[in-house]
């Protein structure tokens, strides 16, 4: 059974930095990769950063350059390292990962960047 539990998150405020977690059982990240998504309300959930297995990393055009995505292979977790935030920044934070065939998801994490 896979789960991915998260961690980090909060209330910031703008210029300022978090980092998120996702620590995963029943996976192993350097073998399934792993995804960061979020989602604002009244909106759809996009993709924000990911690292596979090969450790390349990706990253959409609205954090280039101020979130950086990292692994640590012995802790089995995933972290989202997320600086000069901004307002719009402001959502729930999902990590995600596929293992044979299946979508798995962290219980969502709330980061909230005042102006």
């Known amino acids: 059974q896979v789960q991915l539990v998260q961690s980090g998150g909060g209330l910031v405020q703008a210029g300022g930095s978090l980092r998120l977690s996702c620590a995963a059982s029943?996976?192993?990240?350097?073998?399934?990769?792993m995804d960061w998504y979020r989602q604002a309300p009244g909106t759809q959930r996009d993709l924000v950063a990911s690292i596979r297995s090969t450790g390349a990393t990706n990253y959409a055009d609205s954090v280039k350059g101020r979130f950086t995505i990292s692994r640590d292979n012995i802790k089995n977790t995933v972290y989202l390292q997320m600086n000069s935030l901004k307002p719009e920044d402001t959502a729930v934070y999902y990590c995600n990962t596929k293992w044979t065939g299946r979508d798995y998801w962290g219980q969502g994490t709330q980061v909230t960047v005042s102006s």
């Open positions: 029943g996976t192993f990240i350097w073998l399934s990769g």
